[in-house]
């Protein structure tokens, strides 16, 4: 069964300053997603990574992937208060057969002025 | 429609009572899944429909829960009996994943349904 695991679970930072969200996975895939959460709202995609190598960003959010240490990483630069949310990985089961998205702990982030 | 829709967006009930929960995907989207969160949790995979049928259904907890899809569309989660432990925001996303498709599979969520079971 595909597990997906976030740390941290919790990140308080200051503005300004860089911080790295990991997610690891148990099984093989090349296709993984990063979604934001806003508290009492809906998930809403981030980025989509479908290869190994993988990078994207936008704005302060810049997203890899490691198909081969089965690691993602979601990096914030300089963080500003509307960053905060929780955010989620997922990862495509579809490497083996099954069309789920299997998604991460969480980590719920909090800007502080 | 614009996006995919859940109703009730609340639902308070009764132990004991059974509740039905809708979602209606982005027209044109085949696959269609509902996923369960509690409260400051993750996401719990429940099901996930490809047209009208159901690959994957290994995440109901238990048989007091069932779902259908009809007509490639509109879905129903239905939970009978319920219990307090099913009190949960239950999330519905649609795709426009086909079955072989080899692309991305980035699912768009609705506002979900809140069930609170007293």
């Known amino acids: 069964e595909l597990k997906v695991e976030q740390n941290p679970l919790f990140l308080s930072m200051q503005e300004e300053k860089n911080y790295t969200i990991y997610c690891n996975y148990s099984t093989t895939s090349d296709r993984l997603y990063w979604y934001r959460q806003d508290p009492g709202k809906s998930l809403e995609s981030l980025f989509v990574l479908l290869s190994n190598g993988a990078v994207k960003q936008e704005g302060r959010l810049m997203a890899s992937l490691d198909t081969k240490a089965r690691l993602s990483t979601l990096h914030i630069t300089a963080a500003v208060h509307d960053l905060s949310a929780t955010y989620f990985c997922a990862v495509d089961g579809s490497n083996f057969g099954n069309e789920k998205l299997t998604f991460g702990t969480g980590t719920r982030l909090t800007i502080i002025p | 429609g614009a996006g995919v829709s859940q109703s009730p967006s609340n639902k308070v009930t009764e132990k004991g009572k059974d509740v039905e929960l809708r979602c209606d995907p982005i027209s044109g989207h085949t696959a269609l899944y509902w996923y369960r969160q509690s409260l400051g949790q993750g996401l719990e995979f429940l099901i996930y429909?490809?047209?009208?049928?159901?690959?994957?259904k290994s995440g109901l907890p238990s048989d007091r829960f069932s779902a259908e899809r009809t007509g490639g569309s509109v879905s129903t989660l239905t939970i009978q009996r319920t219990q307090q432990e099913d009190s949960a925001v239950y999330l519905c996303?649609?795709?426009?994943?086909?079955?072989?498709?080899?692309?991305?599979?980035?699912?768009?969520f609705g506002a979900g349904s809140r069930l609170t079971v007293l």
């Open positions: 429909f490809q047209g009208n049928s159901a690959p994957d």
């Open positions: 996303a649609s795709s426009h994943r086909g079955i072989r498709n080899s692309g991305a599979n980035v699912l768009t």
